[in-house]
């Protein structure tokens, strides 16, 4: 390895500050939903820097952005990327950050004449984040084949406008069929969204794995009746049941092993002051990196739940609103970014994904690593999003060596 290789840190902070400007909101922060006029003028934009290298650039068939830099031989490429839309009052890495630092790797690249054995092909996802067109992660499920493009097409927006008008209306619906393309590998370096490098003073996080997500509404049904003379022992509660089920979810999330159990929603009917909720209706939303917990963090509820409509004499029901397993990155790629980051003299630790990514899908594809750099106070999906610009620098510069180690030959 040559440390002495390295990206131009001002030239991709310059090129997040110009990418900003479209979406940016008066207030502060960005909005640049997929398929916007926004979208297309960071998108033109981004073009226009990949044609100032003379890249082969591909729109494939959902407005994926492809960009392809030949290598020494013609085997398949490293893929690096990320998406470019944001979600409402954004901060300005989240996606940006991964695909402008891959633009800025394959610049590198061609500046010191390095000519990798294997291709270097960057992409800019469509619609990571579901903001719009509510389908999450659209551009790398068609990418892979998990979504079939007329599929995609079809999905619309909360005004009914489809993905398929939108991408003829802002000149991105290409040609390049989706699936043409199996990586070598995938490389996605992107802000943690979280606390734990900027707490633990860690510059690189080498993810292992990207949580799986299970959503479920619990309704639970008891007896409304009077507050006052209800005796305890009468009681039907279903408020009572509800709170139960919050502390509960603490306590999986203490005795699983790297566990999350949140309600994020909870309502009460009749909603009186004076009455004992007859009805309770909540959300839970289950987190784990490993799918064996995950179904034990599942299985556990529920046994729970059946337990507490007996002891609490209710009624629970539950339904499942979305299930994701979690994917696994490539030991081997992993290997290769904690290699890059100590190499380069950076503290690293390796750690999860508690956020959905383009690469929890190309995991199920090819072998996929992320790299993390810290969020200031963990903030993102927000104004106040912010990542140092030497960690930023940083984690551009693990990008690259890594590429380097895989494009040279460095996967199976
Ligand atoms: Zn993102």
């Known amino acids: 390895?040559?440390?002495?290789?390295?990206?131009?840190?001002?030239?991709?902070?310059?090129?997040?500050?110009?990418?900003?400007?479209?979406?940016?909101?008066?207030?502060?922060?960005?909005?640049?939903?997929?398929?916007?006029?926004?979208?297309?003028?960071?998108?033109?934009?981004?073009?226009?820097?990949?044609?100032?290298?003379?890249?082969?650039?591909?729109?494939?068939?959902?407005?994926?952005?492809?960009?392809?830099?030949?290598?020494?031989?013609?085997?398949?490429?490293?893929?690096?990327?990320?998406?470019?839309?944001?979600?409402?009052?954004?901060?300005?890495?989240?996606?940006?950050?991964?695909?402008?630092?891959?633009?800025?790797?394959?610049?590198?690249?061609?500046?010191?004449?390095i000519h990798t054995l294997r291709p270097v092909a960057l992409v800019a996802f469509t619609n990571e984040e579901g903001a719009r067109f509510t389908t999450d992660m659209m551009g790398s499920r068609a990418f892979c084949g998990e979504l079939p493009v007329e599929d995609a097409w079809d999905v619309t927006d909360f005004e009914g406008v489809r993905v398929g008008d939108?991408?003829?209306?802002?000149?991105?619906?290409?040609?390049?069929?989706?699936?043409?393309?199996?990586?070598?590998?995938?490389?996605?370096?992107?802000?943690?969204?979280?606390?734990?490098?900027?707490?633990?003073?860690?510059?690189?996080?080498?993810?292992?794995?990207?949580?799986?997500?299970?959503?479920?509404?619990?309704?639970?049904?008891?007896?409304?009746?009077?507050?006052?003379?209800?005796?305890?022992?009468?009681?039907?509660?279903a408020g009572l049941a509800a709170a139960k089920v919050i502390q509960y979810l603490r306590e999986l999330a203490q005795f699983l092993p790297d566990q999350r159990a949140t309600c994020g929603r909870l309502s009460f009917s009749p909603d009186v002051i004076n009455v004992i909720p007859g009805q309770a209706v909540l959300t839970v939303d289950l987190r784990n990196g490993e799918d064996a917990v995950l179904k034990k963090a599942e299985q556990q509820l529920a046994e729970y739940l059946a337990a507490l409509a007996e002891g609490e004499n209710v009624e629970v029901t539950s339904r499942i609103l979305m299930r994701v397993s979690p994917s696994r990155c490539d030991p081997s790629v992993v290997t290769w970014v904690e290699t890059a980051a100590r190499g380069l003299g950076l503290t690293c630790r390796r750690m999860v994904s508690g956020a959905g990514h383009d690469a929890q899908i190309m995991a199920h594809t090819c072998p996929t690593a992320m790299i993390f750099i810290p969020s200031q106070n963990g903030i993102s999906h927000s104004p106040a999003e912010y990542s140092r610009p030497k960690d930023i620098e940083a984690g551009a510069n693990v990008l690259l060596h890594t590429v380097l180690g895989l494009a040279d030959g460095g996967t199976g």
């Open 1 to 113: 390895m040559q440390p002495e290789i390295h990206i131009d840190p001002q030239r991709l902070n310059q090129r997040l500050v110009e990418l900003a400007q479209f979406g940016a909101l008066p207030e502060g922060g960005i909005s640049r939903l997929a398929l916007t006029d926004a979208d297309k003028s960071g998108r033109d934009l981004f073009v226009s820097w990949l044609r100032d290298l003379s890249l082969d650039v591909r729109i494939d068939q959902v407005g994926n952005i492809l960009a392809f830099q030949p290598g020494r031989g013609d085997a398949q490429p490293v893929l690096l990327g990320s998406h470019l839309d944001t979600v409402r009052a954004a901060g300005p890495l989240d996606g940006a950050l991964g695909v402008l630092a891959g633009l800025e790797v394959l610049q590198t690249l061609q500046e010191l004449d």
């Open 166 to 237: 939108e991408l003829r209306r802002i000149g991105y619906s290409g040609d390049f069929p989706c699936g043409q393309v199996t990586p070598a590998a995938y490389l996605e370096l992107h802000i943690e969204q979280g606390p734990v490098l900027y707490q633990e003073r860690v510059t690189i996080g080498a993810v292992e794995a990207i949580t799986g997500i299970s959503w479920q509404a619990v309704t639970i049904t008891g007896a409304a009746n009077h507050a006052g003379t209800t005796p305890l022992d009468a009681r039907r509660d």
